[in-house]
């Protein structure tokens, strides 16, 4: 066939392939299981042969051959748009830098903004019509590839056809070279342990959920404990509309709780934009028919959300001060994670009719020395990033309760957010409050 003819005369060894690459040339390494590990290798092989190489990546589940190779970073520089476990530990030596983003937005701007010079993506294995489909990262792969001057796909067996829309796939007469290669079990995340805060977090949030109810859970062990409740519930008929999917709702299908009959708009089909977990989780995506990907700028659209009736968004965060202000991405300078779709979420979660929002994060945390801390602060100063900003905060959950800011004063969210802090670092919230000239004297002192 006329295909596999063309895929032949395009295959190249990865050492061939990343030939491509030029000197200042900008490079895209796709994002999570999308990761070119052999090409990876064969670029960060001619570190002594190139100059100026800036390389982008996302969602990091494997260490970067490139950054591994490079600490110097004499030849290549690395960014990262969502930092993952490698990434965030890259971003404390300095060796990668975050790109801010939100991810509606991402694959435009590849279209309206970005230089692609080469970008490599791992893909399945070329079907009967010379399509490669994207199968568990469908995300902003298309915007990306179509961006850029030469495309080089390294086959993937391991990954399997997952069904999605048209912007799934890339067809062999768009793809400049083509690598194989042996590659190990798919990476991924490792389900969070849930523990009891956890557990109670979840039973208020799940306080605010009825049968029907769409569903966006985030990754960690908040959204696992939230499938756990709901799995004991008598909660039911659950659909998903997510920008990742974990194994969170693997598990609220095996409870029979995930049927996708909400999903009206998109047939009775679970919705999401990348996948990322257990080999369990990849074996039920995998050419399932009853779920779809679409890319982030579909699922994360607000404007889409705003025609799911009763859409629930639950999402981490990492501090929160007395104004309402989330910080989801650093402590402090330290770079932890990324916007990722949180403010997507919050923002469609209030424009989907009967929609809500929720932002979960336990009351306190211990250092390395053991010491504890309040995760509701007085005021953001050191340097923190803010990722929800207070005019979009809305539903905040502890495990001390659950409060709703939206159209609340300064002296109300004040009041209300202590009022879900660790009971222990109440008064010194307060005394900050009243410095902050955001108290007043009420008889919750």
Known sequence: MKVYSEYRNKLRTPEEAVMAVK?????????????PELLDYALAARRDELKDIKVRGCLELKPVQIVENDREQRTFT???WHVAGPARKYCDE????????????LGSYYTRYLPVNVAMMCVCPIDEEGYFNFSYTNCY?????????????????????????????????????????????LAGFTPAKVTDTDRKIASFIVEEMKSGDVVQLGIGGMPNAVAAVIANSQIRDLSMHTELLSDGYLDLYKAGKLTNVGQKMHGGKGVFGIAIGSQDMYDWVKENDGLRSYP????????????????ISINNCISVDLYGQVASETSGIRHISGTGGQLDFTTGAYMSPGGKGFICL?????????EVHSRIIPRFTEGDIITTPRT?????????????????????RAEMIISIAHPDFREELITAAQKQRIWRDSNKR
Request: proline fraction near 4%.
């Open 296 to 311: 982030m700028a579909y699922v994360n659209s607000p404007e889409t959300m705003s025609k799911i009736d009763n859409l």
């Open 23 to 35: 000197d200042g040339d900008w490079v895209d390494y796709s994002v999570a299981l999308g990761y």
């Open 392 to 412: 979009q905060t809305f539903n905040l959950v502890t495990e001390y309760g659950k409060v709703n800011l939206a159209g609340r004063s300064t002296w109300e």
């Open 141 to 185: 792969s298309k915007a990306m590839l179509d961006k850029a001057d030469i495309v080089i796909l390294e086959v993937n067996d391991r990954l399997p056809k997952v069904y999605g829309d048209r912007n799934c796939k890339i067809h062999i007469s768009e793809v400049d070279y083509v690598v194989e290669g042996e590659h190990p079990p």
């Open 78 to 80: 690395y960014s990262s």
């Open 94 to 105: 300095g060796l990668c830098y975050y790109i801010p983003m939100i991810f509606r937005n």
């Open 362 to 370: 336990t009351s306190t945390f211990k250092d390395k020395k053991g």
